[in-house]
């Protein structure tokens, strides 16, 4: 049975930091894709950042390109987001996805395995 489960977020005020995890379960996780994804109240579920599964290739929203980070390690089957300069529109319930094969997409249909997210709320 896979799972997905996500840790790290919380309340900040704009311009702080919050890392966010990931960890898997049930899934090889060292060859598969993984990606984040996010969802404001009332939006749809949009690309974050995603990588291929060694790390050494990956891709951003232009929305979050340069403040956030985006990286894993495979002994540990956990996924990492790193948020820097926070703002209020990255308010979201933020949601960790596994791709079947190795390489990454921004695309959401074309991840098989999703976790429940956790709640990331940027204040003014």
């Known amino acids: 049975q896979v799972q997905l489960v996500e840790s790290g977020g919380g309340l900040v005020q704009a311009g702080g930091s919050l890392r966010l995890s990931c960890a898997a379960s049930g899934l090889r996780f060292s060859s598969r894709a993984m990606a984040w994804f996010r969802q404001a109240p009332g939006k749809e579920r949009e690309f974050v950042a995603a990588?291929?599964?060694?790390?050494?290739?990956?891709e951003y929203a232009d929305s979050v390109k340069g403040r956030f980070t985006i990286s894993r390690d495979n002994g540990k089957n956990t996924l990492s987001l790193q948020m820097n300069s926070l703002k209020p529109e990255d308010t979201a319930v933020y949601h960790c996805?596994?791709?079947?094969?190795?390489?990454?997409?921004?695309?959401?249909?074309?991840?098989?395995?999703w976790g429940q997210g956790t709640q990331v709320t940027v204040s003014s």
């Open positions: 990588l291929e599964w060694s790390g050494s290739r990956t």
């Open positions: 996805a596994a791709r079947s094969i190795s390489y990454s997409s921004p695309r959401r249909h074309e991840y098989d395995y």
